[in-house]
């Protein structure tokens, strides 16, 4: 199985702070690397997915990028809503995996 | 309206069985792979199991293998996750969750097996 390391597992930062997310998997994905937003007692939602495509109404401070086996998300500016949990996640094999997550919280 | 609703959860002791159950309406279910996704209390997310659009190919992680069954049927837009042999390490909110990537997700049913 394709093995996902996110770091740091917590962030301390506030608002209008620019944040940064890692991921590394343990062999090439391609574009294959996808990424949610968990608020706490809420269902993941899909926020990036194929390594830099929004999803839908996600707003424009979110973006993504890396290649191979390391990549990022990334805030631009931090908003009062963005403090959650985030996960990168692998869709090269279909024994999907999750890094351990993220979470985002307030300094 | 794209929605899933996941149903089935409950108290089960270790050992038992229980079947979870996820109805999807707002879009053409047929034409959508699934998959099933849990999260145990205070902990991160792990897939489960994953079903072809037909549910003729199935997946699933190691440590459910042999022990859970994804399956679906595309008239009643359901799909389920027949879970047997429970552990204590089953106990998890289970979502269900469309397509790769996985979007939308259900709002989650809560599993919970007492050992």
């Known amino acids: 199985d394709i093995q996902m390391t996110q770091s740091p597992s917590s962030l301390f930062a506030s608002v209008g702070d620019r944040v940064t997310i890692t991921c590394r998997a343990s062999?090439?994905?391609?574009?294959?690397l996808n990424w949610y937003q968990q608020k706490p007692g809420k269902a993941p939602k899909l926020l990036i997915y194929a390594l830099s495509t929004l999803q839908s109404g996600v707003p424009s401070r979110f973006s993504g990028s890396g290649s191979g086996t390391d990549f990022t998300l990334t805030i631009s500016s931090l908003q009062p809503e963005d403090f959650a949990t985030y996960y990168c996640?692998?869709?090269?094999?279909?024994?999907?995996?999750f890094g351990q997550g993220t979470k985002l919280e307030i300094k | 309206e794209v929605q899933l609703v996941e149903s089935g959860g409950g108290f089960v002791q270790s050992g038992g069985s229980l079947r979870l159950s996820c109805v999807a309406s707002g879009f053409t279910f047929s034409n959508y792979e699934m998959n099933w996704i849990r999260q145990a209390p205070g902990r991160g997310l792990e897939w489960v199991s994953y079903?072809?659009?037909?549910?003729?190919?199935?997946y699933y992680a190691d440590s459910v293998k042999g022990r859970f069954t994804i399956s679906r049927d595309n008239a009643k837009n359901s799909l389920y996750l027949q879970m047997n042999s429970l552990r204590a390490d089953d106990t998890a909110v289970y979502y269900c969750a469309r397509g790769s990537p996985f979007d939308p997700w259900g709002q989650g049913t809560l599993v919970t097996v007492s050992s």
């Open positions: 062999q090439s994905l391609g574009s294959y």
């Open positions: 079903i072809s659009t037909s549910g003729s190919i199935m």
């Open positions: 996640q692998q869709s090269y094999s279909t024994l999907y995996t």
